[in-house]
């Protein structure tokens, strides 16, 4: 089981002074963040992907690439890689190029994204953004798989005998997962290939993401990968803590009423009720967390959103210590009883490389993109 921490890297005032942190400093503190989560024991850091204020992780890459050079042992991922409008061959050149200089500590969350302008400045069109999801994805595995690649759809320029360079590290791609918070042609598509799912649960209700969870489980299953126990899913999650759970409601309430994704909108306490966000006592971040079992299964990943809403880093800085002391050791803990002795972990390079030196990992084609709607 992995703990970790995803950033959708916004810029919001802090409602507390009215100072909003500067893009340098943000960006800088996107890297603190990363290695303060290396430290207390966690195992991913995620950045999201946005091409619109008040965001500012236009280019995780980059961004990726630095921490990776200033860290040992967590995997670098993206919370969302915009497969809808990227260039299939720069995702497959760039995290291909990244996974080479962290030596293979990487992996992506694709989407589709949730700002619907991004699609015309990139010259698509929103309305189509499940067949792009489809075709792109179809074709960034195949650059990914196959040395000289001949290609012709839809939404791009057809390829003739186009290599992507640098290959994959040791020939095996990054692991990927699809992110979806609405549509189930996604857990479809995740299910098809045998690649991860990541619910990111964070705004709906837990009924609406175990029905999502529960089509990827039983598609996984279906088209041969392993028993729907064993599928590979992650959720999304948010915690504010401090010792005192009164202290940690009152702290963090006026972040809550004035966040751009939440905020003006239902009260903490509903928001609380509804969703996973968790603000109180690290007992209570324990107790909340360990009921998301209850209702998705074993899974593999668990990524804490907690760095937004204009929150100052020494108090993220702060949530982390408290995390890695008292909340992770318990969590690893309790999460690994009961858990059936075969389902798997969540894949890395190096297991899936024995996977693969092994004959483990099997090579059947993949399917056309109309294929995995039905």
Same mark, same amino acid.
């Given at each position: 089981?992995?703990?970790?921490?995803?950033?959708?890297?916004?810029?919001?005032?802090?409602?507390?002074?009215?100072?909003?942190?500067?893009?340098?400093?943000?960006?800088?503190?996107?890297?603190?963040i990363?290695?303060?989560?290396?430290?207390?024991?966690?195992?991913?850091f995620?950045?999201?992907?946005?091409?619109n204020?008040?965001?500012?992780?236009?280019?995780?890459t980059?961004?990726?690439?630095?921490?990776a050079?200033?860290?040992?042992?967590?995997?670098?991922?993206t919370?969302?890689?915009l497969?809808?409008?990227?260039d299939?061959?720069?995702?497959?050149e760039?995290?291909?190029?990244l996974q080479?200089?962290?030596?293979?500590?990487?992996?992506?969350?694709m989407?589709?994204g949730?700002?619907g302008?991004?699609?015309?400045w990139?010259?698509?069109d929103?309305?189509?953004?499940?067949?792009?999801?489809?075709?792109?994805?179809?074709?960034?595995?195949?650059?990914?798989?196959?040395?000289?690649?001949?290609w012709?759809g839809?939404?791009?320029?057809?390829?003739?005998?186009?290599?992507?360079?640098?290959?994959?590290?040791?020939? @095996?791609?990054?692991?990927?997962w699809?992110?979806?918070?609405r549509?189930?042609? /996604?857990? !479809?598509?995740?299910?098809?290939?045998?690649?991860?799912?990541?619910?990111?649960?964070?705004?709906?209700?837990?009924?609406?993401?175990?029905r999502l /969870?529960?089509?990827?489980?039983e598609?996984?299953? !279906?088209?041969?990968h392993?028993?729907?126990?064993?599928a590979?899913v992650?959720l999304?999650?948010?915690f504010?803590?401090?010792?005192?759970?009164?202290?940690?409601?009152?702290?963090?309430?006026?972040?809550?009423?004035?966040?751009?994704?939440?905020? !003006?909108?239902?009260?903490?306490?509903?928001?609380?009720?509804?969703?996973?966000?968790?603000?109180?006592?690290?007992?209570?971040v324990?107790?909340?967390?360990?009921?998301?079992?209850?209702?998705?299964?074993?899974?593999q990943?668990?990524?804490?959103?907690?760095?937004?809403?204009?929150?100052p880093?020494?108090?993220? @800085?702060?949530?982390?210590d408290?995390?890695?002391?008292?909340?992770?050791?318990?969590?690893?803990?309790?999460?690994?009883?009961?858990?059936?002795?075969?389902v798997?972990?969540?894949?890395?390079?190096?297991?899936?490389?024995?996977?693969?030196r092994?004959?483990?990992?099997?090579?059947?084609?993949?399917?056309?993109?109309?294929?995995v709607?039905?």
């Open positions: 089981m992995e703990f970790g921490v995803f950033s959708v890297g916004d810029l919001t005032p802090d409602p507390t002074t009215g100072v909003t942190q500067t893009e340098h400093e943000r960006i800088k503190a996107h890297v603190a990363a290695k303060k989560v290396e430290e207390v024991g966690m195992d991913v995620a950045t999201g992907e946005h091409h204020p008040p965001f500012f992780p236009s280019s995780p980059t961004t990726l690439g630095y921490i050079a200033q860290t040992e042992r967590i995997t670098l991922s919370a969302t890689t497969i809808t409008t990227n299939p061959v720069k995702i497959a760039d995290y291909a190029t080479h200089l962290a030596d293979g500590r990487v992996d992506l969350v989407g589709r949730n700002t302008p991004v699609y015309p990139f010259g698509k929103i309305r189509q953004g499940i067949p792009l999801a489809f075709e792109n994805y179809a074709l960034l595995r195949r650059l990914w798989q196959e040395e000289s690649v001949d012709e839809k939404f791009r320029t057809p390829l003739h005998g186009f290599t992507s360079t640098p290959r994959p590290l040791d020939g @095996l791609p990054p692991f990927v699809h992110g979806s918070i549509s189930p042609e /996604i857990a !479809h598509q995740a299910a098809y290939y045998g690649d991860g799912f990541f619910a990111n649960n964070i705004f709906w209700p837990k009924e609406h993401f175990q /969870i529960a089509i990827y489980r598609r996984f299953e !279906h088209y041969g392993g028993k729907a126990h064993q590979i992650g999304g999650g948010q504010f803590m401090r010792k005192n759970s009164q202290d940690a409601v009152n702290e963090f309430r006026p972040y809550f009423d004035n966040a751009p994704v939440y905020g !003006h909108g239902p009260s903490l306490e509903d928001f609380m009720a509804q969703t996973p966000l968790i603000v109180g006592s690290p007992q209570q324990i107790d909340r967390t360990l009921s998301f079992r209850e209702w998705a299964g074993d899974y990943r668990q990524l804490f959103l907690i760095d937004h809403a204009g929150l880093l020494k108090t993220v @800085l702060e949530q982390l408290l995390f890695g002391e008292h909340v992770l050791p318990t969590l690893r803990e309790e999460l690994a009883k009961g858990r059936p002795a075969d798997p972990e969540t894949p890395t390079h190096a297991s899936r490389l024995a996977a693969a092994a004959g483990g990992e099997g090579s059947a084609a993949d399917p056309e993109p109309a294929e709607a039905r």
